[in-house]
Protein backbone atom coordinates (compact mmCIF):
# COMPACT_ATOMS: atom_id res chain seq x y z
CA UNK A 1 0.00 0.00 0.00
CA UNK A 2 1.67 3.59 -0.55
CA UNK A 3 1.40 6.38 1.22
CA UNK A 4 -1.57 8.78 0.81
CA UNK A 5 -0.39 11.48 -1.74
CA UNK A 6 3.45 11.10 -1.23
CA UNK A 7 4.55 8.89 -4.09
CA UNK A 8 2.83 7.41 -6.97
CA UNK A 9 2.03 3.98 -7.18
CA UNK A 10 4.27 3.27 -10.56
CA UNK A 11 2.87 -0.77 -11.25
CA UNK A 12 -0.72 1.40 -11.27
CA UNK A 13 0.85 3.69 -13.71
CA UNK A 14 2.04 1.04 -15.85
CA UNK A 15 -1.21 -0.71 -15.74
CA UNK A 16 -2.90 2.40 -16.92
CA UNK A 17 -0.89 3.29 -20.01
CA UNK A 18 -1.37 -0.35 -20.69
CA UNK A 19 -5.13 0.93 -21.42
CA UNK A 20 -4.87 4.54 -22.48
CA UNK A 21 -2.35 6.82 -24.05
CA UNK A 22 -3.68 9.84 -22.47
CA UNK A 23 -2.05 9.22 -18.94
CA UNK A 24 -0.97 12.22 -16.84
CA UNK A 25 0.18 12.20 -13.64
CA UNK A 26 -0.59 15.28 -10.57
CA UNK A 27 -2.82 16.89 -13.17
CA UNK A 28 -3.73 20.18 -11.34
CA UNK A 29 -7.47 20.19 -10.89
CA UNK A 30 -8.29 23.59 -11.21
CA UNK A 31 -7.59 23.08 -15.58
CA UNK A 32 -10.63 21.09 -15.77
CA UNK A 33 -13.18 22.94 -13.43
CA UNK A 34 -15.39 25.86 -14.40
CA UNK A 35 -14.11 27.08 -10.82
CA UNK A 36 -11.00 26.57 -11.70
CA UNK A 37 -9.69 25.48 -8.13
CA UNK A 38 -8.59 22.19 -7.48
CA UNK A 39 -5.55 20.49 -6.66
CA UNK A 40 -3.64 17.70 -8.38
CA UNK A 41 -4.92 14.45 -9.36
CA UNK A 42 -2.85 12.05 -8.78
CA UNK A 43 -3.57 9.57 -12.06
CA UNK A 44 -5.94 11.53 -14.47
CA UNK A 45 -7.22 10.04 -18.10
CA UNK A 46 -8.97 10.87 -20.78
CA UNK A 47 -10.32 7.60 -22.48
CA UNK A 48 -10.97 7.30 -26.33
CA UNK A 49 -13.91 4.70 -26.16
CA UNK A 50 -16.13 2.67 -24.19
CA UNK A 51 -14.03 -0.31 -23.93
CA UNK A 52 -11.26 1.81 -22.64
CA UNK A 53 -13.44 3.30 -20.15
CA UNK A 54 -14.73 -0.04 -19.10
CA UNK A 55 -10.97 -1.02 -18.35
CA UNK A 56 -9.96 1.61 -16.73
CA UNK A 57 -13.13 0.84 -14.01
CA UNK A 58 -12.09 -2.75 -13.74
CA UNK A 59 -8.36 -1.80 -13.04
CA UNK A 60 -9.97 0.68 -10.42
CA UNK A 61 -12.37 -2.29 -9.10
CA UNK A 62 -9.10 -4.64 -9.13
CA UNK A 63 -6.38 -2.59 -7.67
CA UNK A 64 -9.40 -0.94 -4.87
CA UNK A 65 -8.09 2.57 -6.66
CA UNK A 66 -10.64 5.42 -6.03
CA UNK A 67 -12.24 6.80 -8.87
CA UNK A 68 -14.39 9.65 -10.50
CA UNK A 69 -15.65 10.70 -13.40
CA UNK A 70 -15.05 13.81 -14.88
CA UNK A 71 -17.02 15.95 -17.96
CA UNK A 72 -16.86 19.46 -18.21
CA UNK A 73 -16.25 20.31 -14.22
CA UNK A 74 -18.44 22.84 -14.67
CA UNK A 75 -20.59 21.83 -11.53
CA UNK A 76 -17.82 20.65 -9.16
CA UNK A 77 -15.81 21.85 -6.61
CA UNK A 78 -12.57 19.83 -6.00
CA UNK A 79 -10.63 19.73 -3.12
CA UNK A 80 -7.08 22.41 -2.55
CA UNK A 81 -5.23 19.10 -2.33
CA UNK A 82 -6.57 17.62 -4.97
CA UNK A 83 -7.98 13.94 -5.14
CA UNK A 84 -6.02 10.75 -4.69
CA UNK A 85 -6.97 8.65 -7.04
CA UNK A 86 -7.85 8.20 -10.85
CA UNK A 87 -9.72 11.17 -12.51
CA UNK A 88 -11.90 9.73 -15.94
CA UNK A 89 -12.59 12.57 -17.78
CA UNK A 90 -14.82 11.83 -20.95
CA UNK A 91 -14.88 14.57 -23.19
CA UNK A 92 -14.65 15.32 -26.77
CA UNK A 93 -13.28 11.58 -27.03
CA UNK A 94 -16.45 10.74 -26.96
CA UNK A 95 -18.75 12.78 -28.63
CA UNK A 96 -20.10 11.60 -31.70
CA UNK A 97 -23.50 11.89 -32.70
CA UNK A 98 -25.86 9.85 -34.88
CA UNK A 99 -28.74 11.01 -36.31
CA UNK A 100 -31.76 8.41 -37.27
CA UNK A 101 -35.49 8.19 -37.96
CA UNK A 102 -38.33 9.81 -36.26
CA UNK A 103 -36.54 12.33 -34.84
CA UNK A 104 -34.05 10.45 -32.26
CA UNK A 105 -30.78 11.52 -32.04
CA UNK A 106 -28.14 9.53 -29.98
CA UNK A 107 -25.07 11.11 -28.80
CA UNK A 108 -22.21 9.57 -26.70
CA UNK A 109 -21.54 10.88 -23.52
CA UNK A 110 -18.33 13.26 -24.14
CA UNK A 111 -20.41 16.13 -26.51
CA UNK A 112 -20.67 19.38 -24.98
CA UNK A 113 -24.54 20.38 -24.68
CA UNK A 114 -23.65 23.83 -26.54
CA UNK A 115 -22.81 21.86 -29.67
CA UNK A 116 -25.22 19.33 -29.65
CA UNK A 117 -27.99 21.94 -29.15
CA UNK A 118 -26.80 23.69 -32.29
CA UNK A 119 -26.54 20.47 -34.36
CA UNK A 120 -30.26 19.66 -32.76
CA UNK A 121 -31.37 22.82 -34.09
CA UNK A 122 -29.47 22.75 -37.37
CA UNK A 123 -32.29 19.82 -38.27
CA UNK A 124 -34.88 22.03 -37.00
CA UNK A 125 -35.79 19.96 -33.82
CA UNK A 126 -37.30 21.46 -30.87
CA UNK A 127 -37.38 20.40 -27.33
CA UNK A 128 -33.40 20.59 -26.40
CA UNK A 129 -33.23 24.60 -26.76
CA UNK A 130 -33.04 24.81 -22.48
CA UNK A 131 -29.84 23.05 -22.97
CA UNK A 132 -27.67 25.39 -25.35
CA UNK A 133 -26.41 27.70 -22.76
CA UNK A 134 -25.24 25.03 -19.83
CA UNK A 135 -21.64 24.68 -19.83
CA UNK A 136 -21.53 20.83 -19.40
CA UNK A 137 -21.16 17.71 -21.44
CA UNK A 138 -23.93 15.55 -22.16
CA UNK A 139 -23.11 13.08 -19.46
CA UNK A 140 -22.53 15.70 -16.84
CA UNK A 141 -26.53 16.70 -17.16
CA UNK A 142 -27.98 13.17 -17.80
CA UNK A 143 -26.11 12.78 -14.32
CA UNK A 144 -27.61 15.70 -13.00
CA UNK A 145 -30.50 15.97 -14.85
CA UNK A 146 -29.79 19.42 -16.18
CA UNK A 147 -31.96 22.22 -16.63
CA UNK A 148 -32.98 25.68 -17.83
CA UNK A 149 -35.16 28.30 -18.58
CA UNK A 150 -38.52 25.51 -17.78
CA UNK A 151 -36.92 22.45 -20.13
CA UNK A 152 -35.02 19.28 -18.45
CA UNK A 153 -32.95 16.18 -19.39
CA UNK A 154 -36.24 14.25 -18.44
CA UNK A 155 -38.41 16.32 -20.77
CA UNK A 156 -36.53 14.72 -23.92
CA UNK A 157 -34.76 12.24 -23.19
CA UNK A 158 -35.67 8.33 -24.10
CA UNK A 159 -32.88 6.44 -22.76
CA UNK A 160 -29.57 6.22 -21.83
CA UNK A 161 -26.68 3.66 -21.94
CA UNK A 162 -24.66 2.85 -18.99
CA UNK A 163 -22.13 1.29 -17.46
CA UNK A 164 -21.98 -0.27 -13.43
CA UNK A 165 -19.30 -0.47 -11.32
CA UNK A 166 -18.87 -4.44 -12.26
CA UNK A 167 -18.37 -3.34 -16.07
CA UNK A 168 -22.08 -4.20 -16.98
CA UNK A 169 -23.11 -2.41 -19.96
CA UNK A 170 -26.78 -1.94 -20.90
CA UNK A 171 -29.02 0.73 -21.46
CA UNK A 172 -31.91 2.22 -19.32
CA UNK A 173 -34.90 3.51 -20.25
CA UNK A 174 -36.40 7.09 -19.46
CA UNK A 175 -38.38 5.71 -16.33
CA UNK A 176 -35.56 3.49 -15.52
CA UNK A 177 -33.39 6.75 -14.90
CA UNK A 178 -35.46 8.07 -12.28
CA UNK A 179 -34.41 12.12 -13.28
CA UNK A 180 -35.61 13.89 -10.62
CA UNK A 181 -34.90 17.53 -9.49
CA UNK A 182 -31.06 17.72 -10.27
CA UNK A 183 -30.78 13.56 -9.73
CA UNK A 184 -30.73 10.74 -11.21
CA UNK A 185 -30.72 7.00 -10.82
CA UNK A 186 -26.49 7.59 -12.30
CA UNK A 187 -25.48 9.19 -8.92
CA UNK A 188 -27.38 7.06 -6.81
CA UNK A 189 -25.53 3.65 -8.55
CA UNK A 190 -22.24 5.30 -9.45
CA UNK A 191 -23.37 4.44 -13.11
CA UNK A 192 -21.52 6.32 -15.83
CA UNK A 193 -23.08 7.22 -18.34
CA UNK A 194 -21.82 6.21 -21.92
CA UNK A 195 -24.30 8.18 -24.44
CA UNK A 196 -28.24 8.63 -24.28
CA UNK A 197 -30.93 9.01 -27.04
CA UNK A 198 -33.37 11.90 -27.61
CA UNK A 199 -36.23 12.75 -29.73
CA UNK A 200 -37.91 15.52 -30.23
CA UNK A 201 -41.04 17.20 -32.42
CA UNK A 202 -40.27 18.79 -35.47
CA UNK A 203 -39.58 22.93 -35.92
CA UNK A 204 -37.94 25.34 -38.30
CA UNK A 205 -34.49 25.60 -38.20
CA UNK A 206 -34.54 29.82 -37.74
CA UNK A 207 -37.22 29.49 -34.44
CA UNK A 208 -34.76 27.06 -32.92
CA UNK A 209 -31.64 29.14 -33.34
CA UNK A 210 -32.88 31.95 -32.16
CA UNK A 211 -34.16 30.71 -29.20
CA UNK A 212 -30.76 29.36 -28.25
CA UNK A 213 -29.44 32.76 -28.53
CA UNK A 214 -32.18 34.53 -27.26
CA UNK A 215 -31.52 32.11 -23.80
CA UNK A 216 -28.00 32.59 -24.33
CA UNK A 217 -28.63 36.80 -24.03
CA UNK A 218 -30.65 36.18 -21.13
CA UNK A 219 -27.78 34.29 -19.22
CA UNK A 220 -25.43 36.51 -20.07
CA UNK A 221 -27.47 39.74 -18.88
CA UNK A 222 -28.62 38.02 -15.71
CA UNK A 223 -25.30 35.59 -14.82
CA UNK A 224 -21.47 36.48 -13.59
CA UNK A 225 -20.34 34.75 -16.41
CA UNK A 226 -17.22 37.14 -16.60
CA UNK A 227 -15.81 34.96 -13.63
CA UNK A 228 -15.22 31.24 -13.14
CA UNK A 229 -17.66 29.60 -10.91
CA UNK A 230 -19.80 26.37 -11.12
CA UNK A 231 -23.65 27.89 -11.81
CA UNK A 232 -26.04 27.94 -9.04
CA UNK A 233 -24.24 27.09 -6.19
CA UNK A 234 -27.36 25.67 -4.49
CA UNK A 235 -30.56 23.73 -5.40
CA UNK A 236 -33.64 25.45 -5.73
CA UNK A 237 -35.99 25.06 -1.67
CA UNK A 238 -38.84 23.99 -1.96
CA UNK A 239 -41.16 27.23 -2.67
CA UNK A 240 -38.48 29.75 -2.64
CA UNK A 241 -35.21 30.81 -4.77
CA UNK A 242 -31.94 30.33 -3.20
CA UNK A 243 -30.66 33.70 -4.61
CA UNK A 244 -33.46 36.00 -3.53
CA UNK A 245 -33.04 34.59 0.17
CA UNK A 246 -29.02 34.87 -0.08
CA UNK A 247 -29.51 38.73 -1.53
CA UNK A 248 -32.77 38.97 1.17
CA UNK A 249 -29.66 37.73 3.99
CA UNK A 250 -27.91 40.98 2.91
CA UNK A 251 -25.06 38.34 1.22
CA UNK A 252 -24.98 40.50 -1.94
CA UNK A 253 -20.99 40.77 -2.57
CA UNK A 254 -20.28 38.74 0.92
CA UNK A 255 -16.25 37.97 0.32
CA UNK A 256 -14.42 35.48 1.77
CA UNK A 257 -10.46 35.28 0.73
CA UNK A 258 -10.71 35.47 -3.37
CA UNK A 259 -14.31 33.45 -3.30
CA UNK A 260 -17.56 36.02 -3.57
CA UNK A 261 -21.58 35.76 -3.30
CA UNK A 262 -21.68 37.04 -6.82
CA UNK A 263 -23.09 41.14 -7.18
CA UNK A 264 -25.22 40.34 -10.25
CA UNK A 265 -26.93 36.71 -9.11
CA UNK A 266 -26.73 36.02 -5.48
CA UNK A 267 -27.38 32.33 -6.38
CA UNK A 268 -23.79 32.47 -7.74
CA UNK A 269 -20.62 32.11 -5.62
CA UNK A 270 -17.47 33.48 -7.53
CA UNK A 271 -14.11 33.11 -8.24
CA UNK A 272 -12.96 36.89 -7.90
CA UNK A 273 -9.67 36.66 -6.81
CA UNK A 274 -7.65 32.92 -7.23
CA UNK A 275 -9.64 31.42 -4.60
CA UNK A 276 -9.14 28.22 -2.64
CA UNK A 277 -11.81 25.45 -1.78
CA UNK A 278 -11.57 25.69 1.83
CA UNK A 279 -12.55 29.24 1.15
CA UNK A 280 -15.93 28.35 -0.96
CA UNK A 281 -16.45 25.60 1.75
CA UNK A 282 -16.63 28.51 4.46
CA UNK A 283 -18.47 31.18 2.46
CA UNK A 284 -21.06 27.98 1.42
CA UNK A 285 -21.53 27.13 5.20
CA UNK A 286 -21.76 31.11 6.25
CA UNK A 287 -24.47 31.11 3.66
CA UNK A 288 -25.73 28.37 4.80
CA UNK A 289 -26.31 29.57 8.42
CA UNK A 290 -27.48 33.02 7.82
CA UNK A 291 -30.10 31.95 5.35
CA UNK A 292 -31.08 29.34 7.94
CA UNK A 293 -31.20 31.52 11.10
CA UNK A 294 -33.13 34.64 9.06
CA UNK A 295 -35.53 32.15 7.09
CA UNK A 296 -35.43 28.58 8.58
CA UNK A 297 -34.80 27.59 5.26
CA UNK A 298 -31.68 24.94 4.67
CA UNK A 299 -29.76 25.89 1.54
CA UNK A 300 -28.36 22.51 -0.09
CA UNK A 301 -25.01 22.56 -2.68
CA UNK A 302 -25.99 21.80 -5.90
CA UNK A 303 -22.46 21.65 -6.94
CA UNK A 304 -20.13 18.36 -6.24
CA UNK A 305 -17.27 17.76 -3.73
CA UNK A 306 -14.57 15.79 -4.36
CA UNK A 307 -11.34 15.54 -2.99
CA UNK A 308 -9.22 16.64 0.04
CA UNK A 309 -9.66 20.49 0.96
C1 LIG B 1 -21.98 29.49 -15.65
C2 LIG B 1 -22.71 28.20 -15.36
C3 LIG B 1 -24.06 28.09 -15.62
C4 LIG B 1 -24.76 26.91 -15.36
N1 LIG B 1 -26.08 26.83 -15.66
C5 LIG B 1 -26.76 25.69 -15.42
C6 LIG B 1 -28.15 25.59 -15.72
O1 LIG B 1 -28.77 26.52 -16.23
N2 LIG B 1 -28.78 24.42 -15.44
C7 LIG B 1 -28.14 23.36 -14.88
O2 LIG B 1 -28.77 22.31 -14.67
N3 LIG B 1 -26.81 23.43 -14.58
C8 LIG B 1 -26.12 24.55 -14.83
N4 LIG B 1 -24.78 24.62 -14.53
C9 LIG B 1 -24.12 23.47 -13.87
C10 LIG B 1 -23.49 22.47 -14.85
O3 LIG B 1 -23.18 23.10 -16.08
C11 LIG B 1 -24.41 21.28 -15.13
O4 LIG B 1 -24.68 20.56 -13.93
C12 LIG B 1 -23.78 20.30 -16.14
O5 LIG B 1 -24.76 19.39 -16.57
C13 LIG B 1 -22.59 19.53 -15.58
O6 LIG B 1 -21.94 18.90 -16.66
P1 LIG B 1 -20.36 18.61 -16.62
O7 LIG B 1 -20.03 17.82 -17.83
O8 LIG B 1 -19.61 19.86 -16.43
O9 LIG B 1 -20.29 17.70 -15.32
P2 LIG B 1 -19.17 17.70 -14.18
O10 LIG B 1 -19.21 18.99 -13.44
O11 LIG B 1 -17.87 17.28 -14.75
O12 LIG B 1 -19.76 16.55 -13.26
C14 LIG B 1 -20.98 16.75 -12.55
C15 LIG B 1 -21.40 15.41 -11.96
O13 LIG B 1 -21.75 14.52 -13.02
C16 LIG B 1 -20.93 13.35 -12.97
N5 LIG B 1 -20.66 12.94 -14.35
C17 LIG B 1 -20.14 13.69 -15.35
N6 LIG B 1 -20.09 12.97 -16.50
C18 LIG B 1 -20.58 11.74 -16.20
C19 LIG B 1 -20.80 10.54 -16.94
N7 LIG B 1 -20.49 10.45 -18.23
N8 LIG B 1 -21.32 9.47 -16.29
C20 LIG B 1 -21.62 9.54 -14.97
N9 LIG B 1 -21.45 10.63 -14.22
C21 LIG B 1 -20.95 11.73 -14.83
C22 LIG B 1 -19.70 13.73 -12.21
O14 LIG B 1 -19.09 12.60 -11.61
C23 LIG B 1 -20.28 14.70 -11.20
O15 LIG B 1 -20.86 14.03 -10.13
C24 LIG B 1 -24.07 25.79 -14.80
C25 LIG B 1 -22.70 25.90 -14.54
C26 LIG B 1 -22.01 27.08 -14.83
C27 LIG B 1 -20.53 27.16 -14.56
New binding site residues.
Partial sequence: MRKKGLTLNQEFILELKKISNNVKLKEEMKLHT?FRIGGPADYFVEPESKEEVRELLLLCRREKMPY?????????LVGDKGFRGLIIQ?GKNLSQVTFSENRVVTAE?GVM?SKLAIQIAEKGYTGFEFAG?????L??????N???YGGEIKDCIVSAEVIDEEGNIFVLSKEELNLGY?TSI??QKS????AASFQFEQSEKKAVLDTIADLNQRRREK?P?NYP????TFKRPEGYFAGKLIMDAGLRGYRIGGIMVSEKHCGFVVNVDNGTAKEVLMLIEEVQRRVFEQFGVHLEPEV?MIGEF
Fill in positions: TYILGNGSNLITLGIPGTGGAVTMAGARIQYIVLQLSAGSR
